[in-house]
């Protein structure tokens, strides 16, 4: 008589296990979606660092009639504070005769100042 007033409380082994697979599922495909964000955020905080680059150059450019052969040229037009960023910075922009480049970790991005085309890898 006792054992039929006695209710379960918990979950059965055999339940628990389900929640457990179900959770390793959708942690496995949530992981490879992540980290595409990632690399695509890495790429859109370079290619908008060079922005700016691209901008201090052309600036550059008008006033000197010459474009910056280093980063160094571009003193004045564009600080470090522009380019510190997440996944980027200060030391990863470099300036050479008309093409900025990002190199880091997560891959570099060219910037062409006279036609505006971009490249990444």
């Known amino acids: 008589m006792f054992g039929i007033l006695r209710s379960k409380k918990g979950f059965t082994l055999v339940e628990l296990i389900v929640v457990v697979i179900i959770v390793g599922i959708l942690a496995a495909v949530a992981i490879p979606m992540m980290s595409g964000n990632l690399a695509k955020a890495k ?66 991005v060219n910037l062409n100042v006279n036609t505006g085309e971009m490249t990444d890898g």
Not at 45 to 70: D, F, H, I, N, Q
Not at 72 to 89: C, K, R
């Open 43 to 108: 790429k859109s905080e370079a290619m908008a660092a060079c922005g700016s680059l691209r901008t201090a150059a052309r600036l550059y450019y008008v006033e000197k009639t010459a474009w910056p052969t280093s980063r160094a040229d571009l003193i004045g037009y564009v600080t470090n504070a522009d380019l510190n960023g997440t996944y980027y910075g200060p030391g990863n922009y470099s300036v050479s005769s008309g093409i900025i480049t990002a190199n880091g970790a997560p891959g570099w």
